[in-house]
């Protein structure tokens, strides 16, 4: 019987494995000490999840969009979400506004193309429509309330959820995760098909970028160069800057450089999970000192673009896709630091089109992580349909190693036994 109980404990653990469930599905809830309110507002509010799926669509619906805009951090969480709107609205109504309204598209979207239910009432097909929202007004040079922009932005948005089902039918092959690629491919359809001279959707030039023209063989080239500042020194930093960057650097995963919205995104990431919220300041700091160390002019610097990418990539390493030990916290500081080179490459090889690094630099490096074969047992990568905040995680691993402890016990005790008979 102590055999049999076994060895069905780890057969539903591994049917959880194979499964294609969502994270906030997992079975588990992980003890605490934290008084139970508090814990109702942490981690991913699965008992708020349980409620909502009981509740009329439009408050399914509300809920979606909150998550989906948080899953822009890799987190499953309302309170955590509303902290992040209520950011972008900080930072700049128009741009939140169509960020809400990317989020609220591609969530319809994907209920209308029959989608996993569980997964967008989880926020995983809202994300990309927040980013293609944000970033769309952001590279406007229309300026705030330019009402036609909600057109494309409208369009754009609804072809989220297709192209990260496409994504995902070739990525699930390996149990790889689609990160931002939908926001990537189609904020740079958009801005390719517009451009700085587009009469209705212009898009504007970052101040850092500036237009060479000469002639090399009778031919004229148009190289975008970014960094012409080289002339920055060290002892020319302004220290308080210079700390203040590492939050905004969290913030500019939305294309936003407000100091407050930065807090208020770290205070959502904080709430979820205090180990995303130290691997977002790390991974922003790591690609602080790279930025410093290729002499990226200190503008750039003190705005947080040498951060974002690698404050996403921090996180999906430290705990998210892998189960959060020292050697995987290791693993993703390297991964932060390659993530900025990446952004350093990607940036000047993307400048010859006109076009931004957007994420690009975090989804490569951390792919390409994530391929990483290893045989030592610390860092083991978990299956997409079990993954969720970190400290979940771990409590998830500690479960299943448990159980297969316990299936091998018996295991042993049943060959002793055949062995006396």
């Not at 900080?90 to 997964?119: C, H, K, Y």
Request: charged share 10%; with cysteine.
């Amino acid at each position: 019987m102590a055999e049999r109980s076994a060895f069905t404990s780890l057969t539903k653990k591994r049917e959880m494995l194979t499964s294609t469930r969502p994270s906030n599905q997992l079975s588990a809830e992980p003890s605490g000490r934290c008084p139970r309110a508090v814990r109702f507002f942490t981690g991913d509010m699965r008992q708020c999840g349980q409620w909502v799926k009981r509740q009329v669509l439009i408050i399914q619906l509300l809920d979606g969009i909150l998550r989906g805009t948080a899953q822009v951090m890799f987190v499953s969480n309302p309170v955590s979400g509303l902290f992040i709107l209520t950011g972008l609205f900080l930072q700049n109504p128009w741009w939140a506004l169509n960020s809400l309204l990317g989020t609220f598209v591609s969530t319809v979207s994907a209920l209308l193309l029959r989608q996993n239910r569980e997964a967008i009432f989880a926020g995983l097909h809202g994300y990309n429509g927040t980013l293609v929202g944000m970033l769309m007004a952001a590279f406007s040079s229309k300026g705030n309330w330019y009402w036609w922009l909600l057109f494309p932005n409208v369009f754009m948005s609804m072809l989220c959820p297709v192209v990260s089902s496409a994504l995902s039918s070739i990525l699930s092959k390996w149990d790889l995760p689609i990160f931002t690629l939908p926001f990537n491919i189609l904020i740079y359809l958009h801005i390719a098909a517009t451009g700085a001279t587009h009469p209705y959707f212009p898009e504007a030039c970052t101040k850092s970028h500036y237009i060479h023209t000469f002639e090399f063989s009778q031919v004229v080239c148009i190289i975008r160069k970014i960094h012409l500042h080289h002339s920055d020194s060290l002892a020319n930093l302004s220290i308080p800057q210079l700390f203040l960057s590492v939050p905004v650097g969290v913030g500019q995963v939305f294309g936003c450089d407000s100091p407050w919205t930065s807090c208020l995104v770290l205070l959502a990431l904080l709430l979820c999970s205090p180990a995303i919220c130290l691997h977002a300041l790390l991974g922003s700091a790591a690609g602080l000192c790279s930025g410093l160390a290729l002499a990226a002019p200190h503008e750039e610097v003190y705005s947080g673009l040498w951060g974002y990418n690698s404050a996403l990539s921090c996180i999906a390493i430290g705990g998210v896709f892998y189960g959060l030990t020292w050697q995987t916290h290791i693993l993703s500081l390297i991964c932060a630091l390659f993530c900025a080179y990446v952004t350093s490459a990607t940036s000047k090889l993307m400048s010859v089109l006109a076009l931004p690094a957007c994420t690009w630099p975090f989804c490569l490096s951390t792919l390409i992580f994530l391929l990483l074969s290893s045989e030592n047992p610390a860092i083991c990568r978990l299956p997409l349909s079990a993954v969720s905040y970190p400290e979940q995680n771990r409590h998830y691993l500690r479960q299943l190693r448990m159980s297969e402890k316990a299936l091998s016990s018996c295991k042993g005790e049943r060959t002793q036994e055949r062995m006396e008979g």
